[in-house]
């Protein structure tokens, strides 16, 4: 389960991911290998007005708090 105070959520999926470059133990990331979920803000607010907007400025600070949450079930 994922628990935050952000309004979106952005799944990537490793599109554009080729094999050149190395992950974890110099495994090769290809495309679709693994996927990320990155809670945050309304993207590309500015150039929407029926979205929420979100301005932050210099030295302001920014915190949000995302919780995963994994486990397993067992067969009976």
């Not at 952005?10 to 990320?36: A, E, R, V």
């Not at 302001?60 to 486990?71: A, I, M, P, Q, W």
């Amino acid at each position: 389960s994922v628990t935050t105070d952000c309004p979106g959520v952005q799944l990537y999926t490793g599109n554009f991911l080729d094999g050149t470059k190395n992950g974890k133990g110099g495994c090769p990331m290809i495309q679709h290998s693994g996927f990320c979920l990155e809670t945050q803000v309304y993207p590309d607010a500015p150039n929407h007005e029926n979205f929420p907007q979100c301005a932050y400025r210099a030295g302001e600070e920014y915190t949000s708090r995302t919780v995963f949450k994994f486990g397993v079930k067992y067969a009976k």
